[in-house]
């Protein structure tokens, strides 16, 4: 019986391992489809560019506590949320608030042919918020559905409140600024007991067969199966583990992760790439030994293999060797 138990255990962790090879470090194949995170009193639409995007696996795991936000200020009250992940790094800047029937706040002509239920949009009116992944998190979230819950007049007599806008080509938003004081005020000043009782709970985000991602105050935990936190970060793009060695590395920006060994133990410090890693970008993770020294290499779509970026790295030294294209 215990061998069956070994087996299958072994199993489960080639399965995992195998899944995080095929959505590693990189973004292969851009999907740009639209998924809808649905409660009783929220509709969170976004735009993703992969289906195992780790930011729709946030707002997924952030939806039921923005519902039961929303439910305890105002049952009644309907809210919707729009944002589109930015995997290309364009660091778009927008805020928008404002009340009224939600399909007014969406692009003309959506959903240009998308598979997308449209009844909570077609049919509800309240709070609508457009925010750029720039800013997303749930203490903005929750600051801007506080501030606007509780002042319905005064948002439909400003009609909309907006903060620097970037009039985009394709013209998906395109709104009058002068409103970026009401925006500042609302983002800087003291968050609410309610607020700090929403940050602080905890939510799983994500489960491997060793480590477990949690949610709590706009921080992602990475910890043990007994609970012991191994790294902390506040965002995170993609996620590989090394088979040869058990080691992982967490991307949390498109220049920078963090590396946990093998016996799950990390020394947290953010680790920087001298270059960057875009839309077309991935990175392949090579072990050059059983001493956990790696090759970090940097390829995409258009590069010929003259026209490689790289780095190496271990455990003990850090980044000892890098090549970066010449310009």
């Not at 620097?164 to 000043?189: M, P, W």
Request: charged share 25%; glycine share 4%.
């Amino acid at each position: 019986m215990k061998n069956y138990k070994l087996i299958a255990e072994k199993m489960k962790k080639v399965v995992i391992i195998i899944l995080l090879i095929l959505t590693s470090w990189n973004v292969f194949a851009h999907e740009d489809t639209y998924k809808a995170v649905e409660k009783s009193n929220v509709h969170i639409m976004m735009q993703v560019g992969y289906e195992s995007s780790w930011e729709l696996r946030i707002v997924e795991s952030y939806a039921e506590i923005i519902n039961d936000f929303i439910k305890e200020i105002d049952s009644t009250e309907k809210v919707f949320i729009h944002f589109d992940e930015d995997y290309c790094f364009s660091y778009d800047d927008l805020y928008f608030l404002a009340n009224g029937n939600f399909k007014l706040f969406i692009p003309l002509g959506f959903p240009w042919g998308y598979k997308y239920d449209m009844n909570f949009i077609n049919t509800q009116k309240g709070i609508g918020i457009i925010i750029s992944e720039k800013y997303f998190s749930l203490k903005t979230l929750l600051q801007l559905l506080e501030f606007g819950l509780q002042n319905k007049n005064y948002i439909i007599e400003k009609k909309n409140i907006v903060k620097r806008i970037i009039n985009r080509l394709d013209g998906k938003y395109v709104h009058e600024t002068g409103t970026a004081d009401i925006i500042d005020s609302i983002l800087q000043s003291e968050t609410s007991t309610l607020i700090e009782k929403y940050l602080s709970k905890r939510t799983e985000l994500r489960d491997f067969f060793n480590i477990t991602f949690f949610l709590q105050n706009d921080s992602i935990l990475i910890a043990d199966k007994k609970g012991n936190e191994i790294v902390k970060t506040a965002t995170i793009n993609s996620v590989s583990c090394d088979s040869a060695t058990n080691c992982w590395f967490i991307s949390n920006t498109n220049h920078s992760f963090y590396f946990i060994n093998q016996d799950l133990k990390s020394n947290q410090k953010q680790y920087n790439l001298p270059f960057k890693i875009g839309c077309s970008d991935w990175i392949e993770i090579k072990c050059i030994n059983k001493k956990s020294k790696y090759k970090l290499e940097k390829n995409g779509w258009y590069r010929s293999k003259d026209d490689k970026e790289w780095i190496y790295f271990d455990e003990i030294n850090g980044i000892t060797e890098s090549k970066k294209k010449s310009n």
